[in-house]
């Protein structure tokens, strides 16, 4: 019944090996989100895709790359993996219209540290 | 450009008392706002939000918040706060300049809000 599912939960890895992490959403929203939530709390977003278009691209490295096979899922590959990476990355989406629209539900996140 | 402040880190208060935790914004056009609670090791959960209508919006949890243009605030508040509302609480704004319904949710960096007994 989870809205929004990310796995792993926890992804703990050495620098410079590449690592994935997926979310999938179950409420047929149309638009999927990456944010990094760093250790002081502070949210960022990442990326954005509408329908598995790109349609925000922060200045991110280009160490990471979102891939969106459907768009009740959203996937993040990241390459080359630094200290600095770690962090909570959370995926979330929001439907374009309605009532909801504009509102976020976020995954429960997942935890990565590198070694 | 788009931005969010929430002045205070953390806020303590015993539980009865009311509650609030601060919010300014600043935007280039008519501002979508938005509180999100985080409680430990999850995600954030949606609160409420102020598109448009009333300046007080209410929200779950017998939180409300208002919307105050004149001031660029939108404070969050509770009349009885509870043991069970501790939790990270942040404050996001949306980028609406461009119409879009699209735009990118800016998020302040979170108020830690105690309640204790």
Sequence with gaps: DTAVSQTPKYLVTQMGNDKSIKCEQNLGHDTMYWYKQDSKKFLKIMFSYNNKELIINETVPNRFSPKSPDKAHLNLHINSLELGDSAVYFCASSQDRGQGANVLTFGAGSRLTVL | ?117
């Design chain 2, 1 to 117: 450009a788009q931005s969010v402040a929430q002045p205070e880190d953390q806020v303590n208060v015993a539980e009865g008392n009311p509650l609030t935790v601060k919010c300014t914004y600043s935007v280039s056009g008519n501002p979508y706002l938005f509180w999100y609670v985080q409680y430990p090791n999850r995600g954030l959960q949606f609160l409420l939000k102020y598109i448009t209508g009333d300046n007080l919006v209410k929200g779950s949890y017998g939180f409300e918040a208002e919307f105050n243009k004149s001031q660029t605030s939108f404070h969050l508040k509770k009349p009885s706060a509870l043991v069970s509302d501790s939790a990270l609480y942040f404050c996001a704004v949306r980028d609406t300049d461009r119409g879009s319904t699209l735009g990118r949710l800016y998020f302040g960096r979170g108020t830690q809000l105690t309640v204790w007994p």
